[in-house]
Structures are given as C-alpha cells and as structure tokens.
C-alpha cells in the first residue's frame, strides 16, 4: 500500500539566483513518510527560520519544492487530476501559524465553517451544517452564540486560531497539519484542545503533524517528533528517547532551554551566546559554529543521520560509530501508538 | 511596591509610574454589550515587570490596547482612569497621546509581525519609526536618535545597534518582511518598541511565534533594556514558563475582570483563586505524561453573564452565596489580590495538602 504522504528529497530555496546574497536554502534534502496506517501525532520543532512552514506549506501543495517531489498516495502532487486534487483537498487539512493571516476580513466567520461543508458535501440539511458547526466550535471552547455572526477582528486572537482548529476538524480529514495551533491559548484550552485532537486521532484515525515551539505540548501527545535545525533534521525519532536523552548539541541546547513555569528553577542563559545564523548552503554542520563539542570534520561535511538507538537518529558526529541511515528512510525508526520505544534506564 | 488595585477614588496624580483605576472597556455589538474589560485597577512601579495571564478572550489584549488609547469602534473606554507618569491618560489630547505613544508607553501587538508593511524593507520601517517621533517633536528622545539629522553611516549603526539588540544579523536590514520567518518578523517587532525607550512596554504575546532558545534570548534582551531605561513591563502571554522566569507579578484575568494579583512565586506555589489554580494545576510537564485536560465548562456568555462571581458556574467550590454576589479584589493577604468568597476554605484545603505533603517526605 503506498503512504498517503510522502516527501522525497524536497528541498527550497528562496530568492535570487545561485549566488544572490538573498538566497536561503530554507529546507534541504527533507524526506518524510506518513503512512496511512496507523495513525501517529509527529511534532516537528526547532528553530525559528529552520523551515518547518516552508515544509507545512509543501505537504499542502502551496508551494512548490526547488527539488525533489511530495506524493500523495503515490502522486506526484504536481500532476494531480481535479478529482484527486479534490481529494487531497479533504484528506489533509491545515492549522496555519498565523489565525491573523489567513482570514478574509470580510467574511463572518459563519463563511469559514460553511464553505467546506457545502465544497465537500458533509451536511444534507441546514440543520445539519448547524449541529456540525456548533459540535467543532464546542469541541475548541468556543461558544456558538458568541462567535457565529462575528467578522475575524472582533474576536481574540486564541479565538481566532481556535476557529481554524475547529474547520480542520469538521472535515473529519486524514490528515491534519497543525502550524502551531495552540501558541495563543491559555494552559486550560491548550490542554482541552490538544486533548481533542488526541482523542480524533485515535478515534478517526487522523494523523497530525504537530509543527510546534512548545515542546512539553508536544511531548504530550506526540508519537515521534522531528528536530530540525537550519532547513535540515538534526535529530528524529520516539520522543522519550528525544526528550529526556537528547543526543544532538542543538536538541540537547533546545530543551535545556526550556522554560520551567517555576521561579526558582532558573532558565540558563549562558547557552544562547550565538545568535541564529541565516541558512545557506555550506559544507559542514550548519550548528558547527554554536557547537560546544565542535570538531574539525564537522566544518568539512555534512553528518549524515546516524541511528543511535532502534528508535532515534542523530545527525551528528559525536554519534558516527552508530550506523548511518539514508534520509529517505527516516520515517523507518518511527515507533506507533503506545509503543514502548525506551531502554531507559 | 504599591499595587493599590482598588484605590478607593482617590484624585490626583499617584506615585506609581502607571496606574489603572476601575478601567471598563465595552464593545457594542448586534447582539448586545461585550464588557471585555470591568471594572480593572492596578498598579506597576518603575521598572516593574507585571504579567498577565487568564483565559483566552479574557481580556488582555483589549485591556493594553485601551493603555494606549487604541480601542477602536465599537469598542469604547466606558469608564475608568489610567495615569502614566502623573498624566492622566484619558485627558490628553490626540496630538500629545501620538507623542506619548512609544516614547512614554509602547506595544508589541499580538501577531504584530504581520503589521510590518510588506513593500518595506525592514531598514526603512526601523528608520521610519523613530522619524516619525522625531517629527512629532518627541521630548522623550534622550537617546538622541533623529533620522532626519542622520548620516547614512549613523543610521546604518542605529539601524543594525537595534537588530543586534534582538539578535538579528545585519543583513536582515536589506530584507521585506516576506523574506523572514514568523520568528524574525517579531523580533523586528519588538526592536521598533524598545527604539525610543519608553517608560512602559506592553508586550503581547511577544514570543509566541519563536523557539525556546531564541525566546529566552529576546526576553533577556527586554529585560537588559528594560532595566537599562527602567520602564516598566506588561507582559501578556500563556507562556507559563516564561512569566515564572520573567515578571515580579502575575494579574490572572477571567471574563474581563481580575480575580487574582499575585507576586509571582505565590501565583506559581500557592494560588489562591480557584481560577488560578486550576489554571496552574492545567500546566503539562516535560517529566511526565499526563492526561491532557483543560478546565470543564465554557467562559461564561458575553451577553448573558451569570449573577455573583462569573467563574461559579466552574467552580468546584462554589456555594449559594457565590451565584448571587459578587466579591471584588481584595488585598486578603501582604501584597496579595484575590476576589473570592471560598478563601477560608481554600486556604484550610492548603493547610491540608502541606501536611501531607510533609507526612509523605517522612
Ligand atoms: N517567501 C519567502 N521568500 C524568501 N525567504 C523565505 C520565504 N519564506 C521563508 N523564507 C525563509 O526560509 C527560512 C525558513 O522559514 P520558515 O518560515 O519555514 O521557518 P519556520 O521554521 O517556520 O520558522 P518559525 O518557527 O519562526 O515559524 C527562513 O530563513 C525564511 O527567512
Ligand atoms: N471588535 C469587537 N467586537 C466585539 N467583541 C470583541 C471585539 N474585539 C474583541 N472582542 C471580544 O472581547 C473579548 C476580549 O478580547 P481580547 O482580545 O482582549 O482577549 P484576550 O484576553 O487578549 O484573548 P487571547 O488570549 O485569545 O488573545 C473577547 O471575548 C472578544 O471576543
Ligand atoms: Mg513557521
Ligand atoms: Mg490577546
């Protein structure tokens, strides 16, 4: 059976020709299988800039990779017919970064709700379109009363972004790609909402691509989590093994760094001395420079993915005695649901 | 610290560097009147870092929005005062609010990034900031920036001096808006409000969009500005994690009002209101996995609010006396602000938690 997604050596750059100073490699060489069955909450984090949109943005057709290709059940997303597009369109649904980008000012935000449901034909009477839309709006803390009739501005911005959660989740899609879905809401909602979105994936079989900074919601209820560092994978794989022994500088930087919502736990502010470089194609580790354990080969090539454990890969080579995996088998150490991925001690 | 969060209508200018009084903010929509801020008062001194955290459409953003006299129809300042510095806010007059905007008190807006002007390169719009204060004959630029009587050189400095303050390269200078991450975008942001170094900043959600390791970064940095000019800071956010390691004090919002104003050790240790605590206790872990469950129920409807305290429909420790009348903010302990009536029981429920807490250590 093909995998309902799959990325293949995609890589993007934006701006200017091949030596223009505004060129950046966004994404490099990123391959990623997202199998139909069963269904899995991967998170991807890591650094602003390191191109974790610009993948969101290539899974869903919106943009088109500079090399490499995206399938969907085995097609090129390039060459699909309007019926399989149409298709696509259902099953992958999306959750963008920005609730204040995405809406047409214009609209109510009955216009949102309503408009998938006629497109895709998901209610046969206008009471029904009424129990769906009141049934997603509740499901994200929302009160249909307060929010049905409203236009994008007159509401908050957790609101905002809960609206948008509540259209993916209507769609009842296989798919959901999630840019940051939460960033704006307080602990409760985040909680009831993540919850929500646990509870489909299991219930409706919906995998998520959780793209998220907030790496203790992700810890929570993702299967597998992807660290990406300047436009490539640093580390992947189960994420206990990730969370609580990072095996990367950056990962291990990353959750070092974590802010503990305790005033007597400090945050360590020594590790940040370096600021974030732009991306640009370079030989070598493109952490080499922020690398406290930094060595002379690391500035020469690029590490390939060395897998550390069954469960994890570390694109780094403080790790090369570990056999090395080829990219486009990522996907392969990925543990499923409720798999017990550990040999913690 | 004085947070006087109910002065009983005194007149006159306070000490404090801003202060807050009774603010109502209503919106008035179709289907009736929004009071999406009531009845609100507090304090902060200078250089004092205040948070402000509650449920999402609580409040928050229309209540810093209405510090800076930016509430726009339907929305209207219904009653209340704000004093910055002395100055009664709502007083002042279109041209001198302009001048105190940034100079005296500045925002960083929720999801700002996307107001940068997209046709702009970033260089332009950091010049454009200060040269329209310069114009307005700001007085409160003693850092003696006025692009208008720069060189290119100068202003290439200033320029790249406030990128480097926000951790961005100098290159970012030549770039458009589309060019940069939602990370980048919000860091510009926040070098724009910290360029004229006012007295209050008013960050919202000012990091949401950002990674752990460059969050840290830019709240250090508004701190090390910050306590440089000695303004103080309104920071709004969800982030617990970065209020416990930023601000002094934590204001919790529900359904437009404050319930609890705390320092912050207390907030995270020892809150009181029960909003509060259920707020905390939602707080997931990187330790270990927990249910992912919010606090049941839904905030209570704009236009139908409940009689007595809004969150009794919510709350496990409700009784009779709480859906019929109402308690305001009360200072029940030093320096602690908490509207509730259930406070003795609360507070017998805490006694008990540490006894046991301490037997178990045994
Ligand atoms: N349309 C574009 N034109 C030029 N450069 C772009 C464009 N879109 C993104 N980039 C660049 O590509 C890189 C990756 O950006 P992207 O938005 O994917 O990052 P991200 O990981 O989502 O960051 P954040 O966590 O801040 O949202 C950045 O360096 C950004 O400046
Ligand atoms: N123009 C408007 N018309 C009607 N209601 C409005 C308008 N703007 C805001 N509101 C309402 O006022 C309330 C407070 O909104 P506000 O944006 O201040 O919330 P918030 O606490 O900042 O929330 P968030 O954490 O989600 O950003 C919300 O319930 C919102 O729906
Ligand atoms: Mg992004
Ligand atoms: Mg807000």
Redesign the interface.
């Known amino acids: 059976m093909s995998a309902l997604l799959e990325v293949k050596h995609i890589t993007k750059v ?2 200017g020709g091949l030596f223009s ?2 060129r ?1 490699v966004a994404l490099q060489d990123f391959s990623l299988t997202i199998a139909s069955e069963p269904p899995t909450i991967t998170a991807v ?6 191109g974790k ?1 610009t993948l969101a943005r290539m899974l869903l057709g919106l943009e088109t990779p500079t090399e490499g290709q995206v399938l969907y059940q085995g097609k090129d997303l390039q060459g699909l017919s309007t019926a399989e597009w149409h298709s696509f369109r259902r099953d992958v649904q999306v959750v963008f ?5 995405v809406y047409n000012p214009f609209y109510k935000i009955d216009h949102v709700l309503k408009t998938p449901i006629a497109k895709f034909g998901l209610a046969k009477s206008q009471q029904e379109v009424r129990a769906l839309i009141e049934e997603a709006l ?1 499901s994200v ?3 249909p ?2 929010t049905l ?2 236009r994008p501005h ?6 905002r972004q ?1 609206i948008m959660v509540a259209r993916a989740l209507l769609m009842r899609p296989r798919l959901i790609v999630a840019d ?1 879905p939460v ?13 929500n979105l ?1 509870q489909l994936n299991e219930e409706f079989g919906i995998s998520v691509i959780y793209i998220t ?5 992700a ?3 993702s299967e597998n989590i992807i660290v990406m560092y300047s436009g490539s994978v640093a580390e992947a794989g189960a994420i206990d093994l990730v ?1 609580k022994q990072p095996q990367h500088p950056y990962t291990q ?3 070092g ?8 736990r ?2 360590n ?1 020594e ?2 001395a370096a ?4 991306a640009g194609a370079s030989d070598g580790c493109k952490f080499f420079a922020r690398c406290p354990h930094a060595m002379s080969k690391c500035a020469e090539s690029t590490p390939p993915l060395f897998q550390t454990d069954p469960h994890r890969l570390a694109a780094c080579y403080l790790h090369e005695e570990s056999p090395s995996l080829p990219a486009e088998e990522m996907a392969s150490v990925f543990v499923g649901r409720g798999a017990d991925a550990s040999p913690l001690a | 610290m004085t947070p006087q969060p109910r002065p009983n209508g005194e007149a006159g200018a306070p000490s404090a560097t801003l202060q807050v009084r009774n603010l109502r903010v209503y919106f008035d929509t179709p289907g009736g009147v929004v009071r999406a801020v009531d009845d609100v008062s507090f304090s902060l001194e200078a250089g004092e870092r205040f948070g402000l955290v509650g449920e999402s459409g609580s409040g928050k953003t229309t209540l810093a929005m209405a510090l800076l006299r930016m509430i726009k129809p339907p929305g209207h300042i219904e009653s209340g005062q704000i004093w910055l510095d002395g100055q009664d806010v709502l007083a002042l007059s279109g041209e001198e609010m302009r001048k105190m905007r940034l100079a005296g008190i500045a925002l960083v807006a929720q999801g700002s990034m996307n107001s940068l002007n997209p046709v702009t390169r970033i260089r332009r719009q950091l010049l454009d900031g200060m040269k329209d204060h310069a114009a307005a004959g700001s007085g409160g630029a003693d850092n003696g920036a006025n692009a208008a009587k720069m060189s290119r050189r100068e202003q290439d400095d200033y320029v790249h001096d406030l990128l480097a303050r926000v951790g961005l390269e100098p290159q970012v200078a030549g770039m458009y808006p589309h060019e940069l991450s939602g990370g980048m975008k919000q860091r510009v942001c926040i070098a724009m409000a910290i360029s004229l170094r006012p007295q209050v900043i008013i960050a919202d959600e000012p990091t949401s969009a950002l990674d752990v390791v460059v969050q840290m970064q830019v709240m250090e940095t508004l701190r090390r500005v910050q306590e440089e000019v000695g303004a103080a800071v309104i920071l709004v956010g969800h982030d617990m994690g970065i209020m416990a390691q930023f601000v002094d004090r934590v204001g919790v919002m529900y359904a437009g009002k404050l319930v609890e104003v705390s320092p912050v050790r207390e907030i995270f240790s020892r809150p009181l209101h029960p909003y509060a605590r259920l707020l905390i206790e939602c707080l997931p872990s990187l330790e270990e996995k927990d249910d992912l469950e919010g606090i049941p129920g839904l905030p209570p409807s704009q236009f139908e609010r409940p009689t007595g305290c809004l969150f009794h429909p919510r709350c496990p420790h409700a009784t009779a006396d709480c859906a019929t009348q109402e308690q305001m903010l009360d200072e029940v302990q030093p320096d602690r602000w908490v509207a509730c009536h259930r406070l003795e029981l609360i507070h017998n429920l805490q006694q008990e938690t540490s006894v046991q807490e301490s037997e178990a250590g045994h």
């Open positions: 934006f701006g100073r505004n950046t984090v890591g650094e602003s800039g390191s949109t970064q920005d609730p204040f980008e509740q803390g929302l009160r009363e307060n009739g409203r007159q509401l908050s911005g957790g609101q809960r940051e960033s704006m809401i307080d602990a409760s909602l985040r909680a009831t909402i993540l919850g646990r900074h907030d790496l203790t919601t810890y929570q209820i969370v930087l990353l959750i760094s974590v802010p503990q919502p305790d005033p007597d400090r945050w502010t590790a940040t600021s974030t470089a732009a």
